[in-house]
Structure formats: C-alpha cells, structure tokens
C-alpha cells in the first residue's frame, strides 16, 4: 500500500480527535520514523496543523513558542513526509510516523533525544554490541568471541559452515529444542562473521529490502 493511501485509509479516524479535552486545543503528535519505529520528537497539533500535515504530507506542528503553525523543516529542509497517522484509543494523542530527510533536532541529531535513528533488533542488537566489544577488544579479552576473532576470518567462517550442517541434520530430525538451539549456534557465529567482514546484520537487511 502506498503512503498516499495508507494516509487516506486513517483520514477518517484522525477527524475524531478530540481537540476540546485540553484548554489549547492541541494535542500531542509523537513522531515515529515508519521503517526504523524509533520515536524522533513530540510536538503539538491543532485542527489547523493537523489538516495541513494531510494536505501537504509534510508534518506540520502548532508551534507554542512562535505561536503559529510550523512546518517541520520549513527553515532546515529536513522534512518529515508523512506516511501515516494513528489515534491513541482516548482520542487525544496522534501517533505520526514518517520518513525523516535528514536529522529531526535542531540540535543537529537524528532525534530529539541525541539518539542514532538506526534500525534496532531487540536482543540481537544488544548481542552485535557485545560481538563489537569482543572484536575491538580482542587481544585484551579471553571470552570465545574474542578467540574466535584472534583466529581469523577463516577459522570465523569455519564454524558457521559446522553449525549450518548441524541446522540442516537437525531439521530433518524430530527434536525441536535440539533444532532451536542449533539455529541459535548458527545464527550467534553469523553475526560474528558478519562483523569479521565489516558488516552488520542491518547491512544484510538493506539488501533485502533493495530485493523485496
């Protein structure tokens, strides 16, 4: 489904906002970056804002300090395009998600909480920082990641060939924890692969997308 689409599919439901619970008639407007889903700032809508933000298709704010609306990036020219929009289930906070064309703060960061707006994979990021920790500590470290970057990319690859033929003879068999806990062997020694040539997991993902 397009943008175009998916904004006109949610017109109807974001002309149910209630404006009138807070004296201002503003409501908040969390801006979530659509492919990432990481939140990139909150600002404030009103009738106003909210039916040029769909006219437009650029997200546009009430601004409470120049006290008109603001089209974010109007002065920068780091928009935010719209994508789509979602009511909370009080009536009274817009959930907008967007592309962002360049940084979000004014500060200069990708949000506005000084954060990278970088795709995130729960645990398996938190696991590809400790692969990064391991290898950029390597000679320093005795952990068996570190080991493992110490032997070589050879030695890397090596054991995600082995744990690639224990997935595949365990699939054929009828034990599932003895598969699952395969899988996780081949999957923790790819993402050490992936870092031994450069990569991360992000990268592969960017080339699935490009294929899809």
Known sequence: MS?????????RKAMNIDFNKNTDGLVPAIVQDAETKNVLMLGYMDQAALDRTMETKKVTFFS?????????GEESGNFL??????LDCDN???LVMAKPSGPTCHKGTDTCWAEDNKQH?????????IITDRKENSENQQSYIASLFRKG???VAQKVGEE?????????DDNEELFLNESADLLFHYLILLQAKGHTLNDVVEVLKVRH
């Open 153 to 155: 990319i050879n030695k």
């Open 64 to 72: 409470r300090t120049k006290q008109r609306l603001w089209t974010k």
């Open 3 to 11: 943008a175009e689409r998916q904004v006109r599919r949610n017109d």
């Open 121 to 129: 994979f729960g645990f398996l990021s938190q696991l590809e920082t």
């Open 92 to 94: 009274d906070t817009l």
């Open 164 to 172: 690639a033929v224990e997935v595949v003879i365990e699939a054929k």
């Open 81 to 86: 395009d719209l994508v789509a929009m979602k």
